[in-house]
């Protein structure tokens, strides 16, 4: 928005004509809400911008020597579109690590699809006990059901305090999750999975391991980490790259001798950064201040009624944090309706204990 009222024209690319609200991303998968409570039409969204041009087409090349992008869209093909400035924010996707063989049974959430491909299959899961429960056929016993987390690492939420992370794992065992901490997963298949050295069974293997960044940074020719980040400087423009910024998650970013955190708080600072950065330098004043991350805390929600809190010295945790949890997050939703209807439909769930977004898609 600091451009919106400048002479510049903005074309805006993407593969999908929605945004989506990631945190809540898991509640469109375990059935609270539905797909268009968390998303918005991109269109819709910059109704209001009128030098903005929302283009709906996946780039597919980047020539920075002739300040070029090449844009595949369907039922046009493929185009050329020039540009002065490029801003690259293009996110993550999972990984793997190297075993994408693994995506067959053991579905990541990072959009939409794969949300609804989750709930079709708990939901899926769901229907058949209660159908053998009333048949008296107890082929499938939910009293002994069980969820089982796996983690490379030594504690659940490794980026908040320690204390914090004994909380969760002591609410966690409330709820009946059994936490394997120091367990890598070296197989993942129809059966379900085998880590270290033993045969977990399951019917449902979700993938929350691991994320990598999108092709799109490689395009550009200039360095990128290990997780194929582009490497920036200090004002998130590619080294090597006039005109050609990368922010969120697609970014590596240093910031006092340590990475600036792929979080959406940290995405959304560099965007307003870069678009004000581009403001000034239209208006041929030279930017001087490098951009610098403001921790405004973290925030994780565990289970219903808990969630904890880490802001510098706070530590909080429990139904008050919760409520904190479900205000910012209800607020940080792109539009009005959208929020309200979450807030309608989280006090239906809330109280009734039933979800709205119940139904199985049959398959194409």
């Known amino acids: 928005h600091a451009l919106r009222h400048s002479d510049a024209e903005l074309v805006l690319i993407d593969r999908r004509n929605h945004h989506i609200f990631q945190p809540l991303l898991y509640q469109v998968a375990t059935a609270v809400l539905s797909p268009s409570e968390i ?4 269109r819709q969204l910059e109704a209001t911008q009128r030098n903005v041009t929302v283009l709906l087409a996946e780039v597919t090349g980047i020539d920075i020597a002739s300040h070029t992008i090449e844009a595949s869209s369907p039922g046009v093909g493929v185009r050329k579109i020039g540009f002065d400035y490029l801003v690259i924010a293009t996110g993550m996707r999972p990984s793997y690590f190297g075993h994408d063989e693994f995506a067959r049974y053991a579905p990541a959430l990072k959009n939409l699809n794969d949300a609804e491909t989750i709930r079709a299959k708990i939901l899926a899961l769901a229907q058949m006990v209660k159908v053998t429960l009333r048949g008296n056929f107890r082929r499938i016993d939910p009293a002994k059901a069980s969820i089982i987390l796996l983690d490379a690492g030594k504690r659940v939420l490794p980026t908040f305090a320690e204390s914090l992370s004994r ?3 002591g609410h966690l065992d409330k709820l009946g999750v059994t936490v394997l901490p120091g367990v890598k997963v070296e197989t993942v298949d129809e059966q379900g999975v085998i ?3 033993n045969r977990i069974p399951s019917a449902t293997v979700l993938w929350t391991a691991g994320v990598m960044a999108s092709p799109i940074p490689k395009m550009l020719g200039s360095k990128t980490d290990r997780a194929g980040r582009a490497l920036v400087d200090p004002f998130l423009k590619v080294v090597d790259a006039p005109g ?3 922010v969120g998650d697609a970014a590596s970013v240093m910031q006092d001798e340590h990475p600036v955190p792929g979080v959406a708080q940290a995405a959304i600072q560099e965007g307003r950064y870069v678009g004000r950065l581009i403001a000034k330098e239209l208006k041929g ?7 610098r991350y403001f921790d405004k805390g973290n925030m994780a929600v565990v289970g219903k009624n808990y969630a904890v809190l880490q802001r510098g010295w706070l530590r909080t945790s429990g139904f008050l944090t919760w409520l904190v949890w479900a205000f910012v997050h209800v607020l940080s939703l792109p539009q009005l309706q959208n929020r309200l209807r979450v807030q309608r439909q989280w006090l239906w769930s809330y109280f ?6 119940r139904l199985i898609p049959e398959p194409p």
């Open 352 to 357: 009734t204990g039933q979800r709205s977004s």
């Open 244 to 246: 050609v910024f990368v």
């Open 39 to 42: 998303a918005a039409p991109i």
């Open 285 to 291: 004043r030279k930017v001087k201040r490098p951009f």
């Open 167 to 169: 909380k969760v794992a």
């Open 195 to 197: 880590a270290g050295g």
